[in-house]
C-alpha cells in the first residue's frame, strides 16, 4: 500500500503540517510513503525521503524536487517523453488550516478521482468555520459553550461576562486567540484575531474546566483512541503547539468516570457518523459538573493524534480500506434527447 | 473582457446546465464567451461558439474538441510545442448540482488562483445543503418552515401533519421531490427521494402559501432584480423546469405591497451578505399572512436568473471587477528556523 502525504498548502498553518509529515516519516514506518508537498504558492512537489527534514522547505532547497500536476486519476510528473503518473493507492491529506481543512483539497481529490483520508468537503466546512461547529453540534444534541460573534464591521460590544476567550471563527492551532480577563484587553485581542479572519467568537474563559481530546475513525468497526486530558497551560501558544504537531510518544489515558468516557465516546460517535466518514479527526471536549460540551473539532489534527493509539498503522491501513465513494452519476441525455425529439431538431 | 462559461460536470443536473450554458450565448452577446465544458467524466473540453447547441453533447461530438488541463493560473491546451493558456479574465461556475454547487469548482479556482463567479466553497455548503441552509438562515434571523429531517437508515416515520413536501437534503432543480398527501404515499415517496442522497426533509406543504423569487448579487452596489411570483404548477417536473432553464425572456414583476418587497430584499441581503459575494444567487421565499420565509438559495439558478434583470450583461461586467479575493498568506518559516536555531540544527 502506497500513501501520498499532501502536506503545506496556503496556510497560517503550513509549518506545522510539515511537522506533522515529518512525523508520519516515523509513525507509518513499514509502509510506502510517497511525499507530495504543496508550496504557499500552491505548486505540487514530490519530495524523496531523505530529504523530509524542515530544513529542505525553510531553506527553499525543496523547489529543486520534481514538480507534479494533479489530473483526472491522480499526480503526474512532466517529463520529456510524456507524463508519468505517480503510483499511489490513497493520499493522506494533512494539510492544517486553509487549503486542507476548507475542503479545497478534498474538492480536488474528489474531482479528480483520487482515493483520499480527509474529511469530505461538508465535513470541512461543518468544522473549519467555529461557528458552523455550533449550528452542527445542536443539530445532533451535542452541547457547545455558549457565544458570541462579532464581525470585522460590527460593533466592538460584547455581553459575556469577563474572562473570556477570543477566537478567530476559522482557524486552528490556537493562532489568533486570546483570554481576556480585563474590558482594557479586549481592544488588542479583537485586533489580533480580525488579522486572521472577518468573523471572531467569543466565549466565556472557564477557570478550572477539564478538557478532553477524543481521536478515531470509523473502519468496519469504531477504533477510538484513548482520552486523553492535554497538558494544562492556560493555553499553548502557537510556539508550543508546534512543537505538540511533533508527538510520536504513547500518552496515557486520562482518569475518569465509566459515565463520563462514554459520553465523550458517544459524543465524539454522532459527531463523527455519516459527516466525518474517510476522515480521522480529533475532538476536543470540556467536561463540566458532569456535562459535556464539544470545544472544537480538528478535521486534521497535529500528526494525526498518532500518540493516541495502540495501532495508528494498522488503523491508517483499515481505514484506507473504508474510504466513503461518491455516488455515481450517469448522463443518459435523456432530456435533451427527449426536448430535441419534441421540437423535431437534431 | 473575455468570461469563461463553465457548465456540464458529474451532476444530475448535468443537462440543464448545457442549457443554461447555450442561453448564456444570447443573453451575454457581446461579452467575449470561452466555452468550457466538463463532461460526466469531468474532463474539460473547449468548445467553440458554432458548437454550443445541445446536439454537441447528447451525441458525444463534444470529444473532438480540444481538452484542457486546469493549472495554476488557469487552463491550459496542451500540444506538440508544449501548453499553450487559455486566455481568460474570469471563469462563470455554470455548473447546477454537484460539482457546481458543493463546493468542488470554487475550491478548485480558488486553489488555482482562477478569479472566477461563483459561490465560494463555505457558501456552497451552507447552500447545497437545504438542512445547513436552514441552521444558516437562522442564524442570521431569517425564517424558514419546520421539518423534519430523515436519514437513509432512520424509521420513517414522521410526525409532521399530511400534505408534506419531501426533497433531498442536497438536490435542486425538483430532482426527487415529492408532495404526500395520502399516508399510503409517503414510502414510494421516500424511496425516490433516497434515491439521490442520504438525507431527506419532510416540510409541510402549504397550500395556497405564495412564492416570490429575489435574485441579485452586490458589486460596487446592491444589484437586486425584480420580484417575480414564478408560474404557479403544483410543482415543476424536471422536463418543465428544464425548459425553465432556457428562458431568455423578460418577466413583469410580482403585484406586492411595498412592505413584502422590502422584507424579501431585506432577507436577501441579510442571505448574501457577506456569505454570497462573487456570486449572483437566486432565493425563493414564501409568504404567508405578511411572514417571509427562505424556501431555498439557489447558489448558481438556472441560466443565472437574466430574465429577471434589467440589465443582466452589465451587471455580470460589474460583478467580474468586485470579485472577493483570498487574504494572502506569506510564509516566512519563521517557526521552524527559530526551533532549528533553538535546537542548534539547520
Given at each position: 500500500m ?18 506533522s ?7 507509518l514506518?513499514?509502509?510506502?510513503l ?36 494533479l ?25 492544517h ?37 455550533k ?13 458570541e ?8 460590544k ?52 477539564k ?22 497551560a ?5 510556539e ?32 463523527y ?22 470545544n ?51
Amino acid at each position: 500500500m502506497r500513501i501520498a502525504i499532501i502536506f503545506g498548502g496556503s496556510s497560517f498553518e503550513h509549518e506545522i503540517s510539515i511537522v506533522s509529515a515529518i512525523t508520519m516519516q516515523k509513525v507509518l514506518k513499514g509502509t510506502e510513503l510517497v511525499n507530495i508537498f504543496v508550496s504557499s504558492d500552491r505548486e505540487f512537489f514530490l519530495i524523496d525521503a531523505k530529504d523530509m527534514k524542515s530544513s529542505t522547505f525553510s531553506s527553499g532547497a525543496y523547489e529543486k524536487s520534481k514538480r507534479l500536476q494533479l489530473q483526472k486519476g491522480g499526480f503526474v510528473a512532466g517529463g520529456m517523453f510524456g507524463d508519468k503518473k505517480i503510483d499511489i493507492d490513497t493520499a493522506l491529506n494533512l494539510i492544517h488550516g486553509r487549503d486542507g481543512e476548507d475542503g479545497k483539497i478534498a474538492g480536488l481529490f474528489e474531482f479528480y478521482g483520487i482515493s483520499y483520508i480527509s474529511p469530505r468537503a461538508e465535513a470541512c466546512a461543518m468544522s473549519y468555520n467555529k461557528l458552523y461547529t455550533k449550528f452542527f453540534a445542536k443539530s445532533i444534541g451535542v452541547k457547545t459553550l455558549p457565544y458570541e460573534l462579532l464581525s470585522k464591521n460590527s460593533e466592538r460590544k460584547i455581553t459575556t461576562v469577563l474572562p473570556v476567550i477570543v477566537k478567530p471563527a476559522r482557524l486552528g492551532s490556537s493562532i489568533g486567540v486570546s483570554i481576556v480577563k480585563e474590558p482594557s484587553e479586549l481592544d488588542y485581542a479583537l485586533d489580533v484575531a480580525f488579522e486572521f479572519d472577518t468573523d471572531v467568537l467569543i466565549e466565556p474563559f472557564m477557570e478550572g474546566i477539564k478538557e478532553y481530546n477524543q481521536a478515531g475513525c470509523l473502519t468496519d468497526r469504531w477504533e477510538l483512541s484513548i482520552i486523553e486530558e492535554p497538558q494544562k497551560a492556560e493555553f499553548l501558544d502557537f510556539e508550543k503547539k508546534y512543537m505538540d504537531f511533533s508527538r510520536d510518544g504513547k500518552v496515557t489515558s486520562a482518569e475518569i468516570s465509566p459515565d463520563i468516557a462514554s459520553k465523550i465516546q458517544e459524543s465524539f460517535k454522532a459527531i463523527y457518523d455519516p459527516l466525518f466518514k474517510g476522515s480521522l479527526i480529533r475532538c476536543d471536549f470540556f467536561e463540566q459538573n458532569g456535562e459535556i460540551y464539544l470545544n472544537e473539532i480538528n478535521p486534521i489534527p497535529g500528526s494525526m493524534a498518532n500518540y493516541l493509539f495502540e495501532d495508528f498503522r494498522g488503523m491508517i491501513g483499515r481505514l484506507v480500506k473504508h474510504l466513503p465513494h461518491e455516488q455515481k452519476i450517469t448522463i443518459d441525455y435523456r432530456y435533451i434527447h427527449s426536448i430535441q425529439s419534441a421540437k423535431g431538431k437534431v
